[in-house]
């Protein structure tokens, strides 16, 4: 079992930037791949980005492709997602998730695991 936690979250204007982090205990967190999801009002769930077990791979959605990055310090248990050039419509709650697989696409949402999330606002 391993639990995730959130952190990073908060009201950035557009333009902006902000870093996530998604904090495991638990477990060895390099024994699995990572994937932050978000989620706004009314809305399903999203794909992001995604981040196999050693950081080697990684896949993001179109709509944050050249904006956001994901990266992985396993001696740390943590994975981040860098958000530059933030907009409106980013605004949502994020969320991780973990996966004994080595690697997910962002087409895949099938994960073990999940955090409980935190919120993303950007103003205009």
């Known amino acids: 079992q391993v639990q995730l936690v959130e952190s990073g979250g908060g009201l950035v204007q557009a333009g902006g930037s902000l870093r996530l982090s998604c904090a495991a205990s638990g477990r060895t967190f390099s024994r699995y791949s990572v994937g932050w999801f978000r989620q706004a009002p009314g809305k399903e769930r999203e794909s992001v980005a995604t981040?196999?077990?050693?950081?080697?791979?990684?896949s993001y959605s179109d709509s944050v492709k050249g904006r956001f990055t994901i990266s992985r310090d396993n001696a740390k248990n943590t994975v981040y997602l860098q958000m530059n050039s933030l907009k409106p419509e980013d605004t949502a709650i994020y969320y991780c998730?973990?996966?004994?697989?080595?690697?997910?696409?962002?087409?895949?949402?099938?994960?073990?695991?999940w955090g409980q999330g935190t919120q993303v606002t950007v103003s205009s």
């Open positions: 981040i196999s077990k050693s950081g080697s791979s990684t």
């Open positions: 998730a973990a996966d004994r697989s080595y690697f997910h696409t962002v087409t895949n949402y099938e994960y073990d695991y």
